[in-house]
């Protein structure tokens, strides 16, 4: 599915409309990510998983429809694969560059029509190398008992095939074959669940537009719990191995159901139709918020219970996953938000209202640090995940917040989800969504906090000097 259809055709798919498709959605840190000519709209897998030996062995159906005719189109993949069938007809394939599958059908497909493709694979995912440009991250962790797929922007290459950008979202089945006695938890509501022999097999429903990397994959002996809010299905899941963090990371994930029923007064209405949250030994080293069930590091809760990471990751059901980024660039959408909602949490919890902790943060950093050098609104492909993406964005919306007085700012804040809601979206737009709720002219507050080198002279709230 793409939101935007407009920003695919810019892409260099449309400099030829016969031929193959662009091994790239036009990215601007990953130009290689995705791909044009096609536009996928609904992923279907099954998946059997042996852990300890780590045997993936999928196959996956996907309904794209061609956005121009196509001789020849790609999908982003690392396994090996064994079969391609286009429409039901036999494809010959090649592995090109990074990750890429070159997929060649018999018979060329037309623009506008739909086309089913189906990809059979097996592989060791955690002995699959990891390509140089992802800085030797690793998305997919193997435990004795299970797996996760867990990363940002890279992850499905590991374990199904897609136009990997959250460019071309799509909705999703997912059903996977596990021994029985291990539990298998993926994203949405799991409609089906049957144990045959020694396997157990779920079947689960995404119905909702999902960007390829806020789809994960979780599998072990895990403790699952079930539970229901406002008729959503709630869904946590626990290894049985966390020791020491499991009475804090469950009493933490449990709050979720209150978290997203506190975030919706403030953002509108919960994008999804169902939630929950994971914890996982595998220790992937983040949080993720992958779509209706974020994943958890247990370290998040050394220290006893924590909800902010809890409001942090649901914030992005809203700001990341509804409202999806349209290039990487534009990061900051999402954990600029994410982290403001962190702070209006620490307001409600009388831990420092938002505008406290925006002007702590601002005082944390001197001005000669090296923080201060990310431009958030253009923070790098490398520095993606820089503190700056996090803290500045979020000093951003103080300042917005400053500028335009309250009413605006959360008028702002509740409309932005809503007329974007299972879309993309750019820095751009937001600035003319603010510029048109406050009627204000915002140019200069968004370039001081997201665009321009440099420690801004004055605090998101105006008060203190740098
Ligand atoms: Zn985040």
Redo the contacts with the bound molecule.
């Keep these: 599915m793409t939101a935007a259809a407009g920003l695919v055709l810019a892409t260099p798919a449309a400099a030829t409309d016969r031929g193959p498709g662009a091994p790239g959605i036009g990215d601007s840190y990953f130009p290689n990510h995705g791909n044009g000519g096609y536009d996928a709209r609904h992923y279907s897998l099954n998946l059997d998983y042996q852990p300890g030996a780590d045997l993936l062995r999928g196959r996956a159906r996907i309904l794209a429809t061609a956005t121009q005719h196509l001789t020849r189109f790609n999908l982003d993949f690392l396994l090996k694969v064994d079969t391609v069938k286009v429409d039901g007809r036999p494809a010959t394939f090649a592995r090109t560059g990074l990750h890429e599958l070159e997929i060649t059908p018999a018979q060329a497909l037309t623009s506008g029509k739909p086309f089913m493709v189906e990809v059979s694979y097996a592989d060791t995912p955690s002995k699959v190398p990891v390509p140089d440009e992802t800085g030797g991250f690793q998305p997919w962790l193997a435990t004795a008992d299970g797996a996760l797929a867990l990363g940002q922007p890279q992850v499905a290459w590991w374990w199904f095939p897609s136009n990997d950008h959250p460019l071309d979202k799509a909705t999703y089945d997912i059903t996977v074959s596990v021994p029985k006695g291990t539990q298998a938890i993926t994203n949405g509501i799991k409609v089906k669940e049957r144990t045959s022999g020694d396997k157990t097999t779920s079947t689960w429903v995404m119905d909702k537009p999902m960007a390829t990397y806020l789809a994960t994959l979780f599998i072990g002996q895990l403790e699952v719990r079930t539970g229901q809010s406002n008729g959503l299905p709630v869904v946590t899941a626990y290894s049985k191995d966390l020791g020491r963090y499991e009475a804090a990371a469950k009493e933490s994930i449990e709050q979720t159901p209150q978290v997203v029923d506190w975030l919706a007064g403030y953002f509108g209405r919960y994008p999804f139709r169902s939630m929950g949250g994971s914890v996982t030994s595998a220790l992937p080293g983040f949080a993720l ?1 992958t779509q209706t069930q974020p994943v958890y590091d247990p370290r998040f809760f050394s220290r006893g219970p924590d909800t902010y990471v809890v409001v ?2 649901n914030a ?1 059901q809203w700001f990341g996953d509804s409202v999806a980024v349209k290039d990487w660039k534009h990061i900051w959408l ?2 600029g938000f ?1 982290t403001y909602a962190e702070w209006m949490w620490s307001e409600k919890l009388g831990e420092g209202t938002a505008a406290e902790v925006a002007d702590y943060f601002y005082g944390l950093w001197p001005a000669d640090d090296e923080f201060w050098q990310v431009k958030p609104g253009d923070p790098g492909a490398a520095d993606l995940f820089h503190n700056a993406t ?1 803290y500045r964005g979020a000093m951003a919306l103080q300042a917005l917040r400053v500028e335009v007085g309250d009413a605006a700012f959360w008028n702002i804040v509740k409309t932005w989800p809503s007329v974007k809601r299972h879309g993309n979206a750019e820095t751009a737009e937001f600035v003319a969504l603010a510029e048109r709720i406050s009627g204000k002219q915002l140019d200069a507050v968004f370039d001081t906090w997201l665009f321009t080198v440099g420690k801004p002279a004055t605090s998101p709230n105006g008060t203190a000097a740098a």
């Design positions: 918020e942090h990751e992005h999402n954990e994410a996090y």
